[in-house]
Each structure stands twice: as C-alpha cells, then as structure tokens.
C-alpha cells in the first residue's frame, strides 16, 4: 500500500485498521475457514473502533467517512482476512443504504445496532433466476393496508442465518427497475427462513444461504424510500460496495506479495535464495506494478464517488473488475511462488486464492462490469 498520497488521518485510520487486522483477523483466517466460523464476537470488536459504519453519520455511532477512506478500510482488513473483510463490507453497504435513503425513524431504529454490529446486516437482490438481470427479480411485495406481504427466495445471501436484518428489493408494482421497492426484513419475522449453507469454494468463514420470504408481513414504515426507488437504491449501494470488494482484493494480494517475497528470501535453491533469481524478482516486480495500478484506479473511482462524479458508476465498475481480475492473478502467482507448499492450507496462501475468486463474481460479475463501462463510452459517444 503506498501512503505518499494519503492524509495523515487516513495513515493514522490504516495503522489502527492494521493493528486490528493482524491482532485479531490473521492468526485466525485460516481456522475459521477451515471450521467455517463466523466470528461475530470479533466483528463487534472492529465495530468498536467505528468498522462497522464507516459510511454512517456520526449522529447514530457512523465514522462518517467517504468512499477513498472506506476503500483504506477494507484494503487493510483485507490482508488479515478477505472473507471478513468482505462481510464488513456488504454490513457497511446495507448500513449506507439506510443511512442515505432511509427516514429519520427509521435510521434511529436501524442505525444504533448496525453500526454497533449488534445487529448484522446483509443485502438482498440476487434471486436463483435473477443474478446479472436483477431487475428481472420476481420477489413480490404486495400491499395490504398499512403492510406488505414479501413473497419469494433470495439467493447467494452473504451472512443469511447469522445476521439480524436484510435489506429486501421486492417488486411493487410492474417488470422493470421501476417497479422494485427497498424493504427492512427482521430474521425474526414470521415467514422468514434460510436454506442449508452453502459449500463453497472460499469465503468460509462466513455463511452464504438463501433467504427465504414465505408471506412475511412488514409495516410500511419498513419501506425504504418510495415505492419504485429500490431499483436505484440498490444500483448505489452497490456502487460502493463493488469498491468495497475492490480493495479486499487489493488486501488479500497484498498479503500473498508479502508472503511470497518472505518465502523467496527464505528459501535456497541451487545454492542461493530464490529471492536472487531475476526470473523470479522480474515476477514480483510485475505483481507489485499491476497492484499498484489497480489500487490507483479504485482510489480514483472511490474520490469520484465522493465528489457525487457522474462517471462514478462506470469507474466503479472498471475499478471492481481491473482489481479483482488482479487481485486474483496476483495470489495465484503467489501460490506458483510458493511451490509445494502454497498448495498446503497451513501456508495460508491457497485461503486467499479461493477467497478472492468470488470477488470477480459478487457484486456484478466483471462480465456486467463491461457493460456498464461499455453503455457509458457508448451514451457519451451519442
């Protein structure tokens, strides 16, 4: 991580971040992942030192901070763990889409616990016939009087189970995006129910289930915004959130740059360190250049987000896909670094190339990062 650019609040926030990450997220990823834990004990601790709402007003426990020092935020948790850093950040995202749409009761109601991680948040769009098309979701949420009646399966749902409220986008009114509405559902509301956890191929030391909504009856004062809005709350939350994912990346090959030149150094070969090798060094050189390269661009794309840049949804998905296509490459090439023993779980190293595999899938596969790059050369070119 360079810091030549950064405030001396944001070096002071990536230092306190990084103790926390090495204290109480590196000793323990590659257990959790193997016993597929959740820790919610350590997540409370990260929401102690204002984690879990970093995008929230301070008048209901938030950090109030913008886009480029959430993105430090989760670049830096992500080198202790990325499948926690990546919770933190769908948690953070939920927290900002209640924050930012939500009325004032209903940002007292909701607010306290998230940002205490009291009460876990997670984020529900992707439906079992719905992933890339998500205006195309069928979950109905049909008006009775001075309720709705939330019917249908949510898929994919990171923290199903374990976290305590979802933020549901259910379809009022007619097809299309303008016919979706934004929803606060309760685990414990009747009607509510989770399918088994998922195997998955990394991200285990959190659970991914479906959630499923069976006739569940919410107050309207749970509605976020006005009947039609969820489609475009949900296309700004998830603006941030794809830099949220875009820094774990950044975090996690990080971490497997750092490991590899430690093993290099460590390691003889033909009578000297690996680490003399140019073949080799040449390699770094070039993982080291390409993240930094990404790391410039999700910066950019988190300072446009901030000043409200009308192209920061199309450098937002240009950020998300260039670095987690990198971040992937970058800890594969680790792992080849490592030889024999990056393939062994105790090393760490094959964690975080499965980890970050899912991070070109979520939040918009990078396929649909394209299109939304594409449509905007090609609206600006009109």
């Known amino acids: 991580m360079t810091t030549t650019t950064l405030t001396k609040d944001q070096l002071a926030l990536a230092e306190v971040t ?13 257990a959790w992942d193997r016993d597929k834990h959740f820790p919610v004990d350590v997540l409370r601790k990260a929401a102690g030192l204002g984690l879990a709402g970093v995008y929230v007003r301070e008048d209901h426990g938030g950090s109030a901070l913008g886009r480029a020092d959430g993105v430090l935020v989760f670049e ?15 948690h953070n995202m939920v927290g900002w889409m209640i924050d930012r749409y939500g009325d004032d009761g209903q940002r007292a109601r909701w607010l306290p616990g998230i940002t205490s991680a009291d009460t876990l948040a997670s984020y529900c769009l992707t439906e079992p016939g719905a992933g890339s098309d998500a205006a195309a979701l069928r979950t109905t949420a049909r008006r009775e009087g001075d309720a709705y009646v939330l019917t249908g399966v949510k898929q994919f749902i990171s923290g199903a189970g374990a ?15 303008s016919g979706i509405s934004a929803f606060v559902v309760r685990s414990d509301d009747p009607g509510v129910s989770f399918g088994p956890d998922e195997h998955k191929m990394g991200w285990n030391a959190q659970p991914t289930r479906q959630v499923v909504l069976d006739g569940v009856r919410v107050p309207a004062d749970r509605r976020i915004g006005a009947e039609g809005d969820g489609f475009r709350i949900a296309m700004n939350g998830l603006n941030g959130g794809r830099l949220g994912i875009a820094a774990c ?16 150094a460590d390691r003889e070969a033909f009578g000297a360190p690996l680490l003399q090798a140019q073949a080799l060094q040449f390699r770094l050189a070039d993982m080291a250049t390409e993240l930094a390269a990404a790391r410039a661009l999700v910066r950019q794309a988190a300072e446009a987000l901030d000043r409200g840049d009308r192209t920061a949804p199309q450098l937002c998905a240009m950020a998300k896909r260039f670095a987690t296509d990198t971040g992937y490459t970058v800890a594969d090439r680790a792992l080849q670094l490592h030889g024999g023993y990056g393939y062994l779980s105790e090393y760490g190293i094959e964690k975080i190339v499965r980890d970050l595999r899912v991070h070109q899938i979520l939040e918009g596969t990078n396929e649909i990062m394209r299109v939304i790059v ?3 050369l090609t609206e600006a070119a009109r």
């Open 18 to 30: 990084l103790d926390f990450a090495q204290r109480h997220l590196a000793p323990h990823a590659v």
């Open 374 to 376: 594409a449509r905007g």
């Open 249 to 264: 990346s950044l975090g996690g090959a990080q971490s497997a740059l750092d490991r590899s030149l430690a093993h290099l």
């Open 76 to 90: 830096v948790l992500a080198t202790g763990c990325p499948s926690i850093a990546g919770y933190l950040s769908i």
């Open 163 to 177: 976290s305590d409220v979802y933020v549901v986008m259910a379809r009022t009114g007619g097809d299309g995006p």
